[in-house]
């Protein structure tokens, strides 16, 4: 087989990865990457602005907006206005929420990161090149994107 072709079965092998990941969790907890990356944000601290949670994820605060109002709509999370102004709304992690978060598994990306974190720096290093490079060579690379393992729409119902 040739390696064009041995390079184009990776990359493959890598997004059925990544959707299959997606579709478990959908499956198993009702809720995508960017949803649970949201309500994780908040169970390490609370209450959170909008602009904060999107700086944390990596998204757009648009589309952090839009996650959060699925969550609302499903009970997970709650907007309050601000005692200190009254201009600000900070978001809550509900019980609800929290039980979900509990009971998701991890996310495809945790044991990459840790498998990752665990390579030689010259390792990370090269991996980091070669794929940046791939990106390039697929006219990717002013495609923004969050460091997210997830495919499809990041505002989908909860």
Not at 39 to 63: C, G
Not at 101 to 127: H, I, K, S, V, Y
Request: no cysteine; hydrophobic share 40%.
């Amino acid at each position: 087989m040739s390696s064009q072709n041995d390079l184009l079965i990776a990359i493959r092998q890598i997004t059925r990865a990544i959707d299959m990941s997606s579709k478990r969790l959908v499956k198993s907890a009702g809720l995508t990457a960017p949803q649970f990356l949201v309500l994780q944000t908040l169970s390490v601290a609370v209450p959170r602005k909008p602009s904060d949670i999107a700086k944390e994820v990596f998204l757009s605060q648009a589309t952090v907006t839009s996650i959060v109002d699925r969550l609302s709509k499903a009970g997970f999370v709650r907007r309050e206005k601000s005692d200190e102004d009254r201009r600000v709304i900070n978001i809550y992690l509900t019980d609800k929420g929290l039980e979900r978060l509990d009971n998701t598994p991890p996310l495809l990306q945790e044991n990459f990161t840790r498998q990752f974190e665990g390579l030689a720096r010259w390792e990370q290093t090269l991996l980091l090149s070669s794929l940046q490079r791939l990106a390039a060579m697929m006219n990717a690379e002013e495609i923004d994107a969050a460091p997210i393992l997830e495919v499809g729409d990041l505002t989908q119902d909860v």
